[in-house]
């Protein structure tokens, strides 16, 4: 497993940052694509914007955009009709099984 999974199964979403130019690497990597530096990790932040939604039987599912770059498939846990495309949504939990597993909540309390 590599970092990257291996901090999503404890919980922890961290996201690989370039030491030299400071570019958020993304999809995750141990070396910077823009200039092959090596990487370092760190806890990412974990409110992000819900940029579409959809419903798959009971559950929703989101794409989430965070700290400007990074977009991740998630289940959200909102009430449907409490939805709205572009709202601020915060990580609640993560985990890794077969892939990444992104659970997010909506960062006004209404769910
Ligand atoms: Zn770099």
Redesign the pocket.
Same mark, same amino acid.
Request: with cysteine; glycine share 8%; aromatic share 0%.
């Given at each position: 497993m590599t970092m990257f999974e291996n901090e999503l199964k404890k919980g922890n979403f961290v996201i690989s940052e %370039?030491? +030299? %130019?400071?570019?958020i690497?993304w999809p995750p990597s141990d070396y910077?694509n +823009?200039?092959?530096?090596n990487v370092t990790w760190r806890k990412a932040n974990p409110v992000g914007r819900l940029i579409e939604f959809s419903k798959k039987d009971e559950k929703i599912f989101g794409m989430i955009e965070l700290e400007g770059k990074i977009r991740v498939i998630g289940k959200l846990k909102i009430n449907l009709s409490n939805i709205k495309e572009g709202q601020c949504v915060i990580l609640h939990s993560c985990d890794y099984d077969k892939g990444p597993q992104f659970t997010f909540v909506s960062c006004n309390g209404h769910y």
């Open positions: %370039c030491g +030299n %130019c400071k570019t690497v910077c +823009n200039c092959l530096s």
